[in-house]
């Protein structure tokens, strides 16, 4: 990869960003080549871009949008599965340094404990992996306060060990800073997050492929604690993931994918708040759903990104549905 020049048409100007040779490693510049296949090309041209870890969330997060009447088609953003969590070749690429275009990244929060080494190092990174990416990838996008913050906090956080259930004190004020450099940390893995959220369609996922009664009432003992919240331990949580692993990720994310897209986001948004009246959701309230706040503020955010509108505004009284730019119709 020597070179790439890449043009962009907006408001009737054309401006043309170039990766200079040098700036990516070699060896890394190969693996992008490889990455940037016939179909992953699209990045380059997109007019947002959203790096996910691996398949279930690539399928996972436009089937959520769909669910809130938000059609990523319609707006030129592509899902890119990374296949890992090592976001920052690909960050490189496409930030301020490089071929500058907008792009999101969405990361699992793999919190756990982790022993110091002989010499008794701490090792934080093991600790809270995904605010760690955060802090990797804000510095790639050159915010160094950010970056700061980050480290800072991180380390502050993790002189505490990981509760047997809920996530450590202060983390959801470093979650929110990882989002100002458009990083979206989620809590375990994605299957644990979407949890509390979708119970009801994961349940459903799972008989597809399972359809012995005994099956499917053991799938649904794993996910009642899971989908408790915060109340669930990390066994459980293995557990649980374990039985999707089982089917396969990808091919269960599929399904999921099948079932989420047809729900109705708001309304089951309503579950949670049963005092909203109008339909509207808050940025803070989306952020407060347990598990999956950080996917559904990801949205919330594109939404406002490319839409103008949040991603479930308030619905006109007559007849409570909205198009695709989220007005009432």
């Given at each position: 990869m020597s070179s790439i020049v890449l043009t962009d048409s907006h408001e009737g100007r054309?401006?043309?960003?170039?990766?200079?040779?040098?700036?990516?490693?070699?060896?890394?510049?190969?693996?992008?080549?490889?990455?940037?296949?016939?179909?992953?090309?699209?990045?380059?041209?997109?007019?947002?871009?959203?790096?996910?870890?691996?398949?279930?969330?690539?399928?996972?997060?436009?089937?959520?949008?769909?669910?809130?009447?938000?059609?990523?088609?319609?707006?030129?953003?592509?899902?890119?599965?990374v296949e890992g969590t090592d976001f920052a070749p690909y960050a490189t690429l496409l930030g301020p340094t490089a071929l500058n275009r907008p792009h999101?990244?969405?990361?699992?929060?793999?919190?756990?404990?982790?022993?110091?080494?002989?010499?008794?190092?701490?090792?934080?990174?093991?600790?809270?992996?995904?605010l760690w990416r955060a802090?990797?990838?804000?510095?790639?996008?050159?915010?160094?306060?950010?970056?700061?913050?980050?480290?800072?906090?991180?380390?502050?956080?993790?002189?505490?060990?990981?509760?047997?259930?809920?996530?450590?004190?202060?983390?959801?004020?470093?979650?929110?800073?990882?989002?100002?450099?458009?990083?979206?940390?989620?809590?375990?893995?994605?299957?644990?997050?979407?949890?509390?959220?979708?119970?009801?369609?994961?349940?459903?996922?799972?008989?597809?492929?399972k359809t012995r009664n005994s099956s499917r009432?053991?799938?649904?003992?794993?996910l009642k604690p899971v989908a408790s919240g915060d109340a669930s331990t990390a066994q459980e949580r293995s557990d649980f993931v374990e039985k999707i692993e089982d089917i396969g990720k990808g091919r269960f994310a599929q399904r999921l994918a099948a079932h989420v897209?047809?729900?109705?986001?708001?309304?089951?948004l309503r579950d949670f708040y049963p005092q909203n009246t109008d339909g509207a959701f808050t940025r803070g309230e989306l952020a407060s759903i347990q598990g999956a706040g950080s996917i559904l503020v990801l949205l919330e955010d594109l939404s406002q990104a490319v839409r103008g509108v949040p991603l479930l505004p308030a619905l006109a009284p007559a007849d409570g549905a909205a198009d695709d730019t989220g007005q009432a119709k």
């Open positions: 054309t401006t043309a960003s170039v990766v200079s040779p040098g700036l990516i490693d070699p060896k890394v510049a190969a693996d992008l080549e490889r990455y940037l296949n016939v179909t992953r090309a699209e990045i380059l041209f997109a007019r947002e871009v959203v790096f996910v870890e691996g398949a279930a969330d690539a399928y996972l997060l436009p089937a959520l949008a769909e669910a809130a009447g938000f059609h990523f088609d319609n707006y030129g953003i592509v899902v890119s599965n999101w990244v969405l990361t699992d929060g793999d919190a756990a404990n982790a022993e110091p080494t002989s010499r008794g190092v701490k090792r934080t990174w093991l600790k809270e992996p995904g802090k990797q990838l804000a510095e790639l996008a050159g915010m160094s306060d950010l970056k700061s913050d980050l480290v800072t906090g991180i380390d502050a956080i993790t002189e505490v060990d990981l509760p047997e259930t809920g996530s450590r004190p202060d983390r959801p004020t470093l979650v929110e800073t990882a989002r100002r450099a458009r990083v979206y940390v989620g809590e375990h893995t994605l299957e644990v997050d979407i949890a509390h959220l979708l119970s009801e369609e994961l349940a459903a996922a799972h008989g597809d492929f009432r053991a799938f649904e003992e794993l897209a047809v729900m109705d986001l708001r309304a089951r």
